[in-house]
């Protein structure tokens, strides 16, 4: 049923003097959804949206899937919604075994967390225990979580609340190359640059014996950001020299997003020491986890658990997700779609200088908004994710500077609502 405007309100004023004054909400009129399918969404006045943001990414196939809701049905017609990870959990193991086996990491071991956050964490803790250091590379513009030590990593101060640190982190060049010092040199010199960046500041910003380096293969947070492929091949041989361990973080990246490979990673021909997941695994659920080498994973020695990570409800409901996607090789929509939403937007920034860079892989494309000197323009990005609302279309926004436009459909989606989505924002840009 259609609620008033004014119950709408009502909630607005209720969310925010019960939640947080950073829990910041999309649109002026926030949007409240009462049911979902496909790649649609209806909110509470009855107004449809096709969904090109897919819960920033959580919603890998789309909504109400009936292969992936009969499984997690079945799963909690037994009762067990959870009891406790101390007990061996099937649908846990096997969840694992394919993580394992899809990874490509020889001997892997996967550890499962409730979010993205909690699995850069466990990363975190195994490569500083393993390497006994508390030293730590990172990206600029990164976003890796909210929790003390993955909100330490994370390059972008609109979403690193504190300062102070678990760990001590060097920042690196190489994410983000629109606005980057070399945005201008060839694939091949943007790398070498970054490399003798990467060099530098091992050998002169921190003090020796660096426990790892962590970075997204694709910049989710930080706008799509989108290296050339093989800047990570070349970071890896010099990471190796110095025996420092790499962690990819595939939140985003992960599952076929990107549409050319399975893991973002893998676009860069790098076998990580571990990757970290969450998001679309679970389609909806919430789970996120650690896949790493086996001697990784093993190096800590004390009891650790964590209390619903792997439950039978979530374990379930992402192997469901898991075995749709490559039974029904989404990957392969997601590079065709990918390809046509990036054509398309190149075709219409042609004429609209407001587009200063459209990017990405597969199914996750940026939109980079500039003003007349180039310069970002967070107040466009803002008009377009209100007037493709308007339109009927939800849409992300990102980057250092909240300039940049976001797409990432359900990779499920359709040619015909590719056009769809690209006619709207046509229209609005
Ligand atoms: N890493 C990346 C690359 C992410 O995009 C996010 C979430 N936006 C996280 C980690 C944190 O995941 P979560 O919100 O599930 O804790």
Known sequence: DAMSPTEGDQLLTRHRAVMPK?????????????SASGRRVTDRDGRTYLDFFAGILTNAIGYDVAEISDAIRSQLATGVLHTSTLYLIRSQVELAEKIAELSGIPDAKVFFTNSGTEANETALMLATQFRRSDQVLALRNSYHGRSFASQAITGNRGW?????????????????RFRSPFKDYSDADYIKACVADLREVIETTTAGDVACMIAEPIQGVGGFATPPDGLFTAFKEVLDEYGILFISDEVQTGWGRIGSHFWGIQAHGVVPDAMTFAKGLGNGLAI????????????????????????????????ATLNFLLDNDLQQNAEKMGERLIDGLRTIAEDRPAVGDVRGKGLMVGVELVGPAGEPDPKKAAGVLEGARERGL???????????IRLAPPMTVTEEEVEEALGILGDVL
């Open 288 to 319: 996120g986890g650690v896949v790493a080498r086996g001697d990784l994973m093993d190096c800590i020695t004390a009891n650790s658990i964590s209390t619903f990570g792997g439950n039978p409800v979530s374990t379930t409901g992402a192997l």
């Open 22 to 34: 950073w829990l910041a909400l999309y649109y002026e009129n926030p949007i409240e959804l009462a």
């Open 160 to 176: 690193s609340a504190s300062s102070l640190s678990p760990v001590k982190v060097s920042w690196v060049h190489g994410g983000y």
């Open 394 to 404: 939800l849409v992300g926004k990102g980057g250092l500077y909240g300039n940049v």
